[in-house]
């Protein structure tokens, strides 16, 4: 019976069976640079703990609800969009998030805002922060569905807890009374406490009027922009560029 036969039954008692894939390596290794007993132990454990903090940031970028996944270094720059390179930066470094304040992208359709906040939260996650993605409208759909099901405090608190909430595609149309008090409850509620990132069309100064009470609304309002990173992007669509019918005008110019 072979080392590895041995070491089988032991390793997978102890939950540490995934070793079995590196182990004749690892061997291999520890005979040829004559490691002793505690470096060959090291390297085999931390192994280990690499393909853990692997698996947990699949399984917490899984549990964010991204509709992809999105990496700033993915972004294309070259693109005819203008923000502030200073302010993404300073949000892309995460010291926002120790210190709970929000980020809001703003700008018109397509230039890229729901990708570079997906990116954010893909950073927070491998980061070690919780994250979850939502967009706006299905936000408000998920309260008015937990009232119906009387689950409605389990789910409000599903929106509270994450390190960080990204609320995309913010302010398409007006909000009715319910949803200006789920938007205020929301935002007192991840004050001081967590973070937000909202995505929207419209520009900061127009929100107020998409609430059914402008008393909620200022008072939501004055605590997110006070202690927000605002980034305004302009410019054509973004989106243009990765269609179809584009990549195949661009292909035959070249040609």
């Not at 995934?18 to 640079?33: G, M, Q």
């Not at 502030?84 to 949000?91: K, P, Q, Y």
């Not at 509620?189 to 909202?198: D, K």
Request: net charge neutral.
């Amino acid at each position: 019976m072979t080392t590895t036969n041995e070491l089988k039954p032991l390793l997978k008692r102890l939950r540490l069976g995934y070793l079995l894939n590196t182990l004749p390596e690892r061997l291999a290794l520890a005979r040829r640079d004559q490691m002793d007993y505690a470096a060959f132990l090291e390297i085999i454990l931390a192994d280990e703990v690499t393909r853990r903090d692997n698996r947990n940031v699949e399984i917490h970028l899984q549990q964010a609800g991204f509709e992809e996944v999105c990496r700033l270094e993915d972004f294309d720059w070259t693109a005819s969009i203008t923000a502030d390179r200073r302010l993404l930066d300073a949000v892309f470094s995460l010291d926002f998030l120790n210190r709970h304040e929000h980020v809001l992208f703003v700008g018109p359709v397509g230039v890229g805002k729901s990708f570079l906040s997906q990116s954010l939260g893909y950073a927070a996650v491998r980061a070690g922060h919780n994250v979850r993605f939502i967009r706006a409208d299905a936000f408000f759909r998920t309260l008015s569905q937990a009232r119906v099901d009387h689950t409605i405090e389990k789910t409000f608190r599903s929106f509270i807890s994450p390190d960080l909430l990204i609320l995309d595609d913010f302010g398409l149309q007006k909000l009715t009374p319910q949803q200006s008090t789920d938007l205020y409850e929301l935002i007192i509620a991840r004050h001081r406490q967590s973070s937000l990132v909202i995505t929207s069309n419209r520009a900061v100064d127009e929100w107020l009027g998409l609430f059914d009470d402008t008393i909620l609304g200022n008072s939501a309002l004055d605590r997110l922009a006070n202690t927000s990173y605002q980034i305004t992007i302009e410019g054509t669509s973004y989106r243009e560029r990765l269609s179809p019918h584009r990549r195949k005008e661009v292909l035959t110019t070249k040609s």
